[in-house]
């Protein structure tokens, strides 16, 4: 079975500029995640979909982050514009609803340059 | 916003020696886990115990759960080199959602 597959790898942009991450959920599972990490701290949630039903972004920028999950399957995050401080690894992770666990992807590392 | 703090922040160890780390947390939890993260990849799931279970085994892994503390404990034993890695406790809480909240990690070396 595939894990949650998340592209690209690794972007570096200037900024200023807008940048895009991609996540495929395992198949099946419900719940998909983004968080955020920043170097050496733990992951940080920014918007938890239930479905295709946002129902946790209160940790999102929202004057230049959004999301998507078309379908209540695959998720875009954008951030426009992207800035300095947004330079992270942009994990996705997806659960099914009758289990526990979490299944993370490798992550996207941003460089904001 | 972080739930769980761990600590220490770091620790080195020996191989074959046991790590122990900690974690704790702030508001009444469901359950809590345990990850691990290798370096530059992607979190993996180890243990979970729930509010009502007090200790876990699963083989080399032990974790502990006081819910009157709000802590719990991971403990890694006869460690290996592979062993070396981030470890994150992640609390969930809150009925009927499953709102997945990290600590900010204790960074494991195990020295050959």
């Known amino acids: 079975e595939a894990g949650v597959v998340q592209s690209p790898r690794y972007k570096i942009i200037e900024k200023k500029q807008p940048v895009a991450f991609w996540c495929n959920p395992i198949?099946?599972?419900?719940?998909l995640y983004w968080y955020r990490q920043n170097l050496g701290q733990g992951p940080e949630l920014l918007i938890r979909y239930e479905n295709e039903e946002a129902v946790d972004d209160s940790q999102l920028p929202k004057d230049r982050f959004s999301a998507e999950r078309l379908k209540g399957v695959d998720s875009t995050l954008k951030i426009q514009p992207a800035e300095l401080g947004d330079s992270a690894v942009y994990l996705c992770?997806?659960?099914?609803?009758?289990?526990?666990?979490?299944?993370f992807g490798q992550g996207t590392r941003l460089t904001v340059v | 916003s972080q739930q769980g703090e761990e600590d220490p922040q770091a620790l080195s160890i020996q191989e074959g020696e046991n790590a122990t780390m900690n974690c704790s947390y702030k508001t009444s939890i469901n359950n809590l886990q345990w990850y691990r993260q290798n370096s530059g990849r992607g979190l993996v799931h180890l243990i979970l115990?729930?509010?009502?279970?007090r200790e876990k085994h699963s083989g080399r892994l032990r974790v502990t759960l006081d819910t009157s503390k709000k802590s719990s404990s991971l403990l890694i034993t006869a460690s290996r080199a592979a062993d070396t890695a981030s470890y994150f406790c992640?609390?969930?809480?809150?009925?009927?959602?499953?709102?997945?909240?990290f600590g900010k990690g204790t960074k494991l070396s195990v020295i050959p």
């Open positions: 115990i729930r509010s009502n279970e």
């Open positions: 992770a997806s659960r099914h609803y009758s289990d526990t666990e979490a299944f």
């Open positions: 198949s099946g599972h419900n719940t």
């Open positions: 992640a609390t969930v809480s809150g009925a009927g959602s499953y709102q997945l909240t």
